[in-house]
């Protein structure tokens, strides 16, 4: 079971019940955020049978979700919002959840982050869906990034034993 049905954050889920394009881009930069700690501890701590092809695949990983945060708060720079930086707003404003995470075998982990991307991708499919015609830059922004959250899914449950 992943973050999705385990671990969702609660406050976050009503967040998403009035969705505005800010609420958004600050729920996404949450999320991305919590998304590149899971992927850091499993770069550095993860063992195993596939320990090399996992660090080498989160190295790229980390990398990529620094730059999605990067557009998701340029993004809401453009539409005039603040980007946030602290720690307890990016927390709160997560879909997951940031425990600490008590597992350390690889291919574990990659289960792990193969749910946490599906979950973000998940949620990014309802804004689209909740920001639809009235905010079509936005919802563009979120319909790359649901495709590419679904593949990162897939790639991950790739380098499951
Ligand atoms: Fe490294």
Same mark, same amino acid.
């Given at each position: ?10 406050? #976050? &889920? ?10 958004? %881009? ?8 919590? %998304?590149?700690? &899971? ?11 596939? $320990? %090399?092809?996992?660090?080498? $695949? ?8 620094? &730059? ?24 709160? #404003?997560?879909?997951?959840?940031? /425990? ?14 193969? /749910? ?5 991708? /998940?949620?990014?499919?309802? $804004?689209? &869906? ?9 919802? /563009?922004? $979120?319909?790359? %990034? ?11 449950? #790739?380098?499951?034993?």
């Amino acid at each position: 079971m992943g973050d999705k049905k385990n671990h969702s954050n609660s406050m #976050a &889920k009503d967040q998403r019940d009035t969705v505005t394009p800010s609420s958004a %881009l600050i729920c996404a930069m949450g999320s991305t955020h919590t %998304l590149l700690m &899971k992927t850091l501890h499993t770069h550095w701590n993860a063992k195993g049978s596939r $320990f %090399l092809a996992v660090h080498e $695949f989160t190295d790229k990983q980390y990398v990529s979700l620094l &730059k999605e945060l990067d557009s998701l708060a340029e993004r809401l720079r453009a539409i005039d919002a603040v980007a946030p930086t602290e720690m307890s707003v990016l927390t709160s #404003a997560s879909i997951l959840r940031e /425990d600490h995470l008590d597992i350390y075998d690889a291919s574990k982990l990659s289960r792990h982050l193969a /749910d946490a991307h599906s979950g973000v991708s /998940d949620v990014y499919e309802a $804004f689209i &869906k909740k920001l639809g015609d009235e905010h079509p830059v936005s919802a /563009d922004l $979120f319909t790359q %990034l649901a495709g590419h959250h679904e593949k990162v899914a897939w790639m991950y449950k #790739a380098l499951i034993d």
